[in-house]
């Protein structure tokens, strides 16, 4: 399944983030936040450059602080597309601003993003990404999968014989449930 499994174990930029958040569920919101924002800046880019970025755009996006960034305006957008820390795609940047305000009104309408996410949870892959891009900017095939593969709502993050996939599955992986491991 996963190819990530091959070359991010001890690597010094994917070491960490594949043995202890890649597949591994979240419930915080900024967390979750996070994770979808940084998806949708690696599009048509490497995993590792966001990595290497991930500092950046936590400094820039207000600790992902997802009010903080919804509230982001003219200014706030100026600064982002002069920050040569954080890949600077107005798109992106929009989309990120958008995609905050889709999560405020989550809060809402379902109790929050996870609460949003379990709530639809399980759907197949082809109808996350209808959800998705119906729910939030910038959220394709590969960015939507990705993210929630990422969160444990997809299989696929890690190799079966991973150690990475068995302290994942620990956590009670939302597509493992009803299902033996």
Same mark, same amino acid.
């Given at each position: 399944?996963?190819?990530?499994?091959?070359? /991010?174990?001890?690597?010094?930029?994917?070491?960490?983030?594949?043995?202890?958040?890649?597949? &591994?569920?979240?419930?915080? %919101?900024?967390?979750?936040? %996070?994770? *979808? *924002?940084?998806?949708?800046?690696?599009?048509? !880019?490497?995993? %590792?450059?966001?990595?290497?970025?991930?500092? =950046? &755009?936590?400094?820039?996006?207000?600790? &992902?602080?997802?009010?903080?960034?919804?509230?982001?305006? %003219? =200014?706030?957008?100026?600064? *982002?597309? /002069?920050?040569?820390?954080?890949?600077?795609?107005?798109?992106?940047? $929009? =989309?990120?601003?958008?995609?905050? +305000?889709?999560? +405020?009104? *989550?809060? /809402?309408?379902?109790?929050?993003?996870?609460?949003?996410?379990?709530?639809?949870?399980? $759907?197949?892959? @082809?109808?996350?990404?209808? !959800?998705?891009?119906?729910?939030?900017? &910038?959220?394709?095939?590969?960015?939507?999968?990705?993210?929630?593969?990422?969160?444990?709502?997809?299989?696929?993050?890690?190799?079966?014989?991973?150690?990475?996939?068995?302290? @994942? /599955?620990?956590?009670?992986?939302?597509?493992?449930?009803? +299902?033996?491991?």
């Amino acid at each position: 399944m996963s190819g990530y499994c091959t070359i /991010a174990p001890g690597h010094p930029i994917h070491g960490t983030y594949h043995d202890t958040e890649y597949g &591994f569920p979240q419930r915080d %919101e900024s967390v979750l936040f %996070e994770r *979808l *924002l940084l998806e949708i800046n690696q599009a048509g !880019l490497s995993w %590792e450059t966001i990595l290497r970025k991930r500092a =950046a &755009f936590r400094a820039a996006y207000s600790g &992902f602080d997802v009010d903080a960034v919804a509230a982001y305006g %003219e =200014a706030e957008i100026a600064r *982002l597309m /002069a920050d040569a820390g954080i890949i600077r795609n107005r798109l992106k940047v $929009l =989309a990120a601003i958008h995609n905050a +305000q889709v999560i +405020q009104r *989550l809060r /809402a309408s379902h109790g929050g993003f996870a609460a949003w996410l379990d709530a639809h949870h399980p $759907l197949e892959n @082809a109808d996350w990404v209808k !959800l998705f891009k119906k729910t939030f900017r &910038f959220t394709g095939g590969e960015i939507t999968g990705e993210f929630l593969m990422s969160l444990g709502y997809l299989p696929g993050a890690h190799h079966a014989d991973c150690p990475a996939y068995a302290e @994942a /599955a620990r956590h009670q992986l939302p597509w493992m449930q009803g +299902q033996s491991t």
